[in-house]
């Protein structure tokens, strides 16, 4: 069985708002066993910091096992620091309408060595149906393998699997049409034959659409799903398919809760990155 998330860090605002996202947390620490938590407040550098037990304090009762700490410094800087320094596999963020914070959701999706899960205001602490968008490419297979253990954690018996395509044909008939729809099929059962699930059905949804992310935010909306679980990256743009600008843009206008996952390779490569960043500025510090 796959170990979904080992660590899981929780950005706290340390403001009334944490309330919502505290539950969220204590709902995956039930579905998740043995999952570690450690909540982090990052405040500016300019304001007095609470006292060190602050957090506890407050949050204990919601989450008793959980860690907590306050730092100074950027949010974004101070947030992949510690998730790289505690080997976090994933970063809980609360979600509001408010413009700054879906930048910071948006920009640690992109720059955090591990996976983050995005929870709006409001999003209640459940977790009753997965909609996982795939390209059919092998990043894709990978999202679906965790949302798939994600729905088997929850005690779901399938997992929405939606594949936006756009035919671009000039001349289109109905037959054509059936081939096409066929076609697709036939491709979504090579896709999902060597990937776990878990358990769960995948159950396809194929539709036709030019605007990926405006139709996953809708799909997502209109039938209920409580989660939204995409990969950081995707195939080619010709495909149509989901790119790091298509995640981008469904952090920025999703109203449902969304895990942007970070894969191992993507996650190697992104601390490798921090950690040659870290030498470059220590060098030049020594020269300056």
Request: glycine content about 6%; some cysteine.
């Amino acid at each position: 069985m796959r170990l979904v998330f080992r660590n899981m860090l929780v950005a706290i605002g340390a403001t009334d708002a944490d309330a919502n996202l505290l539950q969220y947390a204590a709902m995956l620490e039930r579905l998740i066993p043995g999952l570690t938590i450690h909540g982090v407040h990052i405040a500016a550098t300019d304001q007095t910091p609470p006292p060190p037990c602050f957090l506890h304090d407050r949050y204990s009762s919601v989450l008793p096992k959980a860690s907590w700490e306050i730092i100074h410094g950027d949010v974004l800087d101070c947030l992949i620091d510690c998730a790289a320094s505690r080997g976090a596999d994933v970063v809980l963020l609360g979600h509001s309408g408010r413009h700054g914070k879906r930048s910071l959701a948006r920009r640690l999706a992109m720059k955090a060595p591990c996976s983050v899960w995005m929870v709006p205001d409001g999003s209640p602490p459940s977790l009753k149906a997965i909609l996982a968008p795939v390209d059919l490419s092998k990043p894709s297979a990978d999202t679906l393998d965790l949302a798939t253990a994600l729905a088997e954690r929850a005690g779901l018996d399938e997992c929405c699997a939606l594949h936006i395509y756009f035919n671009d044909a000039l001349v289109t008939f109905e037959e054509f049409e059936e081939v096409l729809i066929e076609n697709k099929e036939k491709a979504f059962d090579l896709f999902v034959a060597p990937i776990n699930l878990h358990g769960v059905q995948a159950r396809p949804l194929f539709i036709e659409s030019a605007h990926v992310a405006q139709t996953i935010v809708s799909i997502a909306k209109e039938r209920r799903f409580d989660l939204i679980v995409m990969g950081t990256r995707g195939r080619s743009a010709s495909a149509a398919v989901l790119l790091g600008s298509e995640t981008e843009q469904v952090i920025i206008d999703t109203t449902v809760p969304l895990l942007a996952v970070k894969h191992r390779g993507a996650r190697l490569r992104l601390r490798q990155a921090l950690a040659d960043e870290r030498v470059h500025r220590r060098s030049d510090q020594r020269h300056n």
